[in-house]
C-alpha cells in the first residue's frame, strides 16, 4: 500500500506565498509523475502541475508563471511553491503520483487533500 500525504496548506491573504509539500511511502519501488490538483467548492477537480521524474513539469493556465512545482526523487516527495495568490486560488489541493509498486506494476495514487484559503 502507498500513502501520499500533504502539507502546508492553510490561510493567506491576496499576493502572498504558500509551499504545499507531498510524501510519498508505503511499497514503493519507484515514482513516475508525480502532480497536483485543486477542487474548489461546487466545481470539478482540475489540474495544477505535473512533473515528470526527470523534472520536465507543465502547469494549468491558470497558475502559469506563479506557481512551481518541484521534486525530490531520493524522498519521494513533491513540492508546490505558490505566489501571488488570489482568491481564485482557494481550493483543497491535491497530490497525485504514478508509483510502481514493483518493477512491473504501476498504480495512481491521491492524497487526501490540503485546504488553501486566500482571503482578499
Known amino acids: 500500500q502507498v500513502q501520499l500525504v500533504e502539507s502546508g496548506g492553510g490561510l493567506v491573504q491576496a499576493g502572498g506565498s504558500l509551499r504545499l509539500s507531498c510524501a510519498a511511502s508505503?511499497?514503493?519501488?519507484?515514482?513516475?509523475?508525480m502532480g497536483w490538483y485543486r477542487q474548489a467548492p461546487g466545481k470539478q477537480r482540475d489540474f495544477v502541475a505535473h512533473?515528470?521524474?526527470?523534472?520536465?513539469?507543465n502547469y494549468g493556465d491558470s497558475v502559469k508563471g506563479r506557481f512551481a512545482i518541484s521534486r525530490d526523487n531520493a524522498k519521494n516527495m513533491v513540492y508546490l511553491e505558490m505566489n501571488s495568490l488570489t482568491p481564485d486560488d482557494t481550493a483543497v489541493y491535491y497530490c497525485n503520483a504514478d508509483v510502481l509498486i514493483t518493477k512491473w506494476t504501476m498504480k495512481n495514487y491521491w492524497g487526501q487533500g490540503t485546504q488553501v484559503t486566500v482571503s482578499s
Open positions: 508505503g511499497s514503493i519501488f519507484s515514482i513516475n509523475a
Open positions: 512533473i515528470a521524474r526527470g523534472g520536465d513539469a
